[in-house]
């Protein structure tokens, strides 16, 4: 893929390239309430500033959208506006081009619309009215099923069925470098003790998991579904998500309904939603699924995931930080076109700003497991970090942080910034 050229200054290290332009919500100190942004190399462009000088009067949509606090407005437009949108930004950016009056040689637009990232508060890009976690991260479902229930029966006989899923907490999801507070709940502290009594304690197993989360643009009505050929276009972007895990709570209360208060404390995403345009060249094969999935679910297009590249760095908070893992978003079972399809299967109404995540995305080699559950194998063995401290599962005061990056540098890179979370000890109840 050649790389766009443009005429304003953007690092080639940079997440946010004119080859990405992702979406996100900003404010400032001089202009507190929060308005769309793209961003930019090192910096954001105000798109309501951008909109009002008339800039996107010759695409004929209704700007007001970019007044808004959210990007729920703009997400409902649909991919056609959102597409033009996109393509419109990198040819105002891009050097030599007729748009070139619009921005290059305006300045004092350029200065009430270009802000340095360090200048802008980021905030929640969409609001989201459901949240959705699936489980199609196949070799992540293996690595914990072995830990339980030991190989030959790790899967479950639906998991290559059907994109496995359960109803999140969507008043918990918060953005990258918000603290996350370690929970309390119901432990069982001998589990193998009869009978089994558990204790009320703060989390002692805290963990992460590594996942992609995507929202939606369009929705459908309560009874009908969604085609999974129809499917992509009601995906207007993604994000990173860190779907943080209290797995001692979780193993008490599991059964038989699912996650519970191990789940609702908190799951992180990064703030910039990244188009699904923006990943086209990036799309690849899965892993490959064997089932003869009924009709509902199978997609004419083979390459339904993207390889991108992911990592999470552990910091403790005295301590330097540490790689733990590198996994791969082409580590899926299951596509977002199939999980939506089989969201709305049933007849579930979906909306614009609901968010599906993707389940824990991890690799099949050492080092590329996408939770410190399957690193430390249950636990029972330590990751060492940067200075000879040990972990098994996270402390008061680490942070976590995953980075999502796809294309090179000569291309220009396509990325998702940070998502990041600081652990914080529990409330004493």
Not at 263 to 279: E, H, Q, R
């Amino acid at each position: 893929m050649a790389s766009l050229k443009s005429w304003f200054p953007i690092p080639k290290s940079s997440h946010f390239s004119l080859a990405n332009l992702p979406f996100g919500i900003i404010s400032t100190a001089s202009k507190p309430s929060p308005r769309p942004a793209v961003a930019i190399g090192e910096h954001c462009l105000d798109l309501q500033e951008f909109a009002a000088s008339g800039a996107f009067s010759s695409l004929g949509f209704d700007v007001s959208c970019f007044s808004k606090s959210t990007l729920n407005d703009f997400a409902a437009l649909g991919r056609p506006v959102h597409r033009s949108v996109r393509k419109y930004l990198q040819d105002v950016f891009v050097e030599n081009t007729s748009l070139a009056n619009v921005l290059q040689s305006n300045k004092p637009l350029q200065e009430k619309c270009l802000i340095p990232k360090e200048q802008v508060q980021m905030h929640m890009p969409m609001h989201i009215g459901d949240y959705t976690d699936f489980y199609a991260g196949k070799n992540h479902a293996f690595n914990v099923g072995c830990l339980f229930r030991g190989p030959d029966n790790a899967l479950q006989p639906n998991y290559t069925h059907l994109p496995v899923g359960y109803h999140g907490r969507a008043s918990s999801v918060v953005i990258s470098g918000t603290p996350i507070t370690r929970p309390n709940g119901q432990i069982l502290e001998n589990p193998a003790a009869t009978p089994k009594k558990p204790i009320f304690t703060p989390c002692r197993r805290l963990d992460i998991e590594l996942e992609l989360g995507a929202f939606l643009c369009k929705g459908n009505k309560m009874g009908t579904n969604i085609p999974i050929s129809e499917a992509a276009d009601h995906i207007f972007g993604f994000v990173l998500l860190n779907d943080w895990s209290a797995r001692d709570i979780q193993a008490w209360e599991y059964v038989p309904l699912g996650p519970f208060l191990a789940k609702n404390f908190g799951s992180t995403i990064s703030p910039w939603v990244v188009l699904t345009d923006a990943l086209e060249p990036f799309r690849c094969k899965g892993i490959p699924n064997e089932t003869d999935l009924l009709p509902y679910l199978q997609e004419k297009e083979e390459k339904n995931v993207y390889d991108i590249r992911l990592q999470v760095d552990i910091t403790p908070e005295t301590g330097s930080t540490t790689t733990i893992l590198n996994s791969n978003g082409r580590n899926l079972l299951f596509s977002f076109p199939q999980m939506l399809a089989h969201h709305s299967i049933g007849g579930c109404p979906m909306a614009v700003g609901d968010l599906l995540g993707s389940g824990t995305i991890s690799g099949t080699e050492p080092g590329t497991e996408g939770s410190m559950l399957e690193i430390t194998k249950g636990g029972k063995e330590s990751i060492t970090l940067n200075g000879g401290v040990e972990r098994k599962f996270l402390d008061d005061g680490d942070t976590i942080t995953m980075y999502g990056v796809c294309g090179t540098e000569e291309s220009g890179l396509v990325g998702f910034g940070e998502c990041s979370g600081k652990i914080l000890p529990a409330p004493k109840l």
